[in-house]
Antibody, heavy 118, light 112 residues
């Protein structure tokens, strides 16, 4: 059974950093692209970043480019999101997700809440 | 960026009735390989989203056959036949033809 467990969320001041983790199990992690998707309180879903199975290719939405870094450790079956220079508009529940061609978001974690506030 | 626009439902929908959710993309999602890069998700209250439909019309594993997806390159419909209490939540369409991957704003379904 595919399991994705996010951690690392919390309350952080504007301008500070936070690193999220997503521990994966139940599948061959190194064969799957991985993604971060966020949802601001009472709002819709917003794709944040993606990384290829090898980690050689990464993609970001414009609003986080240069501030967020997606990475992975295939030996540890773990996905990361390093978030720097955080802003109030980054406040959201962050989900990690995975899937295959045709369904990149087939499996979702339970999410971790990031609150950016002074 | 590809903009995804979703329609609203005439909530609440009576239990047992059908409901159709529309989604429109600002660019054709029909790839040269013949596949349409459009997926549907349901987010039940307090839960993570779940995949319902991929490649526009293929039901994901374990999804009830009451759910069906159809459409063209830019106009799509998710139909729920005979809605049930467990169908309550917000439905999202999403394109994965190109980055940035984008979602519709969501369509809420309430049951009467």
């Amino acid at each position: 059974e595919v399991q994705l467990v996010e951690s690392g969320g919390g309350l952080v001041q504007p301008g500070r950093s936070l690193k999220l983790s997503c521990a994966a199990s139940g599948f061959t992690f190194s064969n799957y692209g991985m993604h971060w998707i966020r949802q601001a309180p009472t709002k819709g879903l917003e794709w944040v970043a993606s990384i290829s199975p090898s980690g050689g290719s990464t993609y970001y939405r414009d609003s986080v480019k240069g501030r967020f870094t997606i990475s992975r450790d295939n030996a540890k079956s773990t996905l990361y999101l390093q978030m720097d220079s955080l802003r109030s508009e980054d406040t959201a529940t962050y989900y990690c997700a995975t899937g295959r061609a045709g369904y990149p978001f087939a499996y979702w974690g339970q999410g971790t809440l990031v609150t950016v506030s002074s | 960026d590809i903009v995804m626009t979703q329609g609203a439902l005439p909530n609440p929908v009576p239990s047992g009735e059908s409901a159709s959710i529309t989604c429109q993309s600002s660019k054709s999602l029909l790839h040269s390989n013949g596949k349409t890069y459009l997926n549907w998700y349901l987010q039940r209250p307090g839960q993570s989203p779940q995949l319902l439909i991929y490649w526009m019309s293929t039901r994901a594993s374990g999804v009830s056959d009451r759910f069906s997806g159809s459409g063209s390159g830019t106009d799509f419909t998710l139909k729920i036949s005979s809605v049930e209490a467990e169908d309550v939540g917000v439905y999202y369409c999403q394109q994965f033809l190109e980055y940035p991957l984008t979602f519709g704003s969501g369509t809420k379904l309430e049951i009467k």
